[in-house]
């Protein structure tokens, strides 16, 4: 039976680790740059080193990477619609119930002409998250972000995975989003906050944290309209309250983590935020809330 998984030693690692780096130079621009033709050389001397399944599955990554890099327009020599087999899509399917995530990634480079470029940005941010290599994954979940604009969890996703492979990067994202909140998700906005105020507020002037809080503001204002459609309600009561918390709004951070419990109270991770923000101020209570959280 034939594989697709490939042994991920150093070599394969590294390999994948050039191929973002080769990636993120071209969308830059960069292509005559002598540190592109460092990559490569790289790249040319580890590829005698890998295996037939190793070269089979990082080729098809470099292949996925120029389907980003060409805005999602079909790869000239893939399957058209009329030529992907029920053979293919049979495979495709029995993969993804196995979460056989390179066979998945294999079989939907076949089967992609089948499916619109927002969902194949999203699964294969999904597949090579699952395999355990979110830096691999940042550029498909920052792709699928950009098709999706009103999806709040893929944006999430784009911003936290970004912020963990480099923080700087995360950050420029979350400047940008908050620079124009209204062009995006709510949940993208408020963890955009939450972010800038975890990470930077040491250095933020007084202003810039009174800019942020009134975009905060009114940006939970448009849940008025969203609550009943939002997907993201209660993960955005989360970080909103995570976000007044850290601007030392007490009673609005616990406001926003009420009213998360009053939709769901068994919810773990709302008991546990707001557990922390009463050790201070309300010890009897703060028990409470971990008790529950841990039942």
Request: glycine residues 4%; charged residues 25%; negative net charge.
């Given at each position: 039976?034939?594989t697709y998984?490939?042994?991920?030693?150093?070599?394969?690692?590294?390999?994948?680790?050039?191929?973002?780096?080769?990636?993120?130079?071209l969308?830059?621009?960069?292509?005559?740059?002598e540190?592109?033709?460092?990559?490569e050389?790289?790249m040319?001397?580890?590829?005698d080193?890998?295996?037939?399944?190793?070269?089979?599955?990082?080729?098809g990554?470099?292949?996925?990477?120029?389907?980003?890099?060409r805005?999602?327009?079909?790869?000239?020599?893939?399957k058209?619609?009329?030529?992907?087999t029920?053979?293919d899509v049979?495979?495709?399917?029995?993969s993804?119930?196995?979460?056989?995530?390179?066979?998945?990634l294999h079989y939907?480079?076949?089967?992609?002409?089948?499916f619109?470029?927002?969902?194949l940005?999203?699964?294969?941010?999904?597949?090579w998250?699952?395999?355990?290599?979110?830096?691999?994954s940042?550029?498909?979940?920052?792709?699928?972000?950009d098709?999706?604009?009103?999806?709040?969890?893929?944006?999430?996703q784009?911003?936290?995975?970004?912020?963990?492979m480099?923080?700087n990067?995360g950050?420029?994202?979350?400047r940008?989003?908050?620079q124009?909140?209204?062009n995006?998700?709510?949940?993208?906005?408020?963890f955009a906050i939450?972010?800038?105020?975890?990470?930077?507020?040491?250095i933020?002037?007084?202003?810039?944290?009174?800019?942020?809080?009134?975009v905060?503001?009114?940006?939970?204002?448009?849940?008025?309209?969203?609550t009943?459609?939002?997907?993201?309600f209660?993960?955005?009561?989360?970080?909103?309250?995570?976000?007044y918390?850290s601007?030392?709004?007490?009673d609005?951070?616990?406001?926003?983590?009420?009213?998360?419990l009053a939709?769901?109270?068994?919810?773990t991770?709302?008991?546990?935020?707001?557990g922390?923000?009463l050790?201070?101020?309300?010890p009897?209570?703060?028990?409470?809330?971990f008790s529950?959280?841990?039942?």
């Amino acid at each position: 039976m034939e594989t697709y998984t490939p042994i991920m030693n150093d070599d394969y690692l590294r390999y994948a680790d050039l191929l973002l780096q080769h990636h993120r130079l071209l969308c830059a621009g960069r292509q005559e740059s002598e540190e592109i033709e460092s990559i490569e050389d790289e790249m040319t001397a580890l590829w005698d080193r890998l295996d037939t399944v190793q070269r089979a599955s990082l080729s098809g990554l470099g292949s996925d990477q120029n389907w980003i890099r060409r805005n999602g327009s079909p790869p000239p020599k893939g399957k058209t619609h009329d030529e992907v087999t029920p053979q293919d899509v049979d495979s495709l399917n029995r993969s993804l119930n196995a979460k056989d995530w390179h066979a998945f990634l294999h079989y939907i480079r076949i089967c992609q002409s089948l499916f619109p470029n927002n969902f194949l940005a999203h699964i294969r941010s999904i597949a090579w998250t699952n395999l355990g290599l979110p830096q691999i994954s940042s550029p498909f979940w920052d792709f699928a972000a950009d098709l999706q604009p009103k999806a709040g969890l893929i944006a999430f996703q784009a911003i936290a995975i970004a912020e963990r492979m480099n923080i700087n990067d995360g950050l420029d994202r979350a400047r940008k989003i908050v620079q124009e909140p209204d062009n995006h998700p709510v949940l993208a906005v408020v963890f955009a906050i939450s972010m800038l105020l975890e990470k930077v507020k040491t250095i933020l002037s007084d202003n810039e944290i009174r800019d942020y809080s009134k975009v905060l503001k009114s940006t939970l204002e448009r849940l008025k309209k969203e609550t009943h459609e939002n997907l993201d309600f209660l993960m955005i009561q989360q970080i909103a309250g995570l976000c007044y918390q850290s601007l030392g709004e007490i009673d609005e951070a616990n406001k926003f983590y009420d009213i998360g419990l009053a939709i769901e109270p068994e919810n773990t991770q709302l008991l546990f935020a707001r557990g922390v923000l009463l050790s201070k101020y309300n010890p009897e209570e703060s028990v409470k809330s971990f008790s529950r959280a841990a039942e």
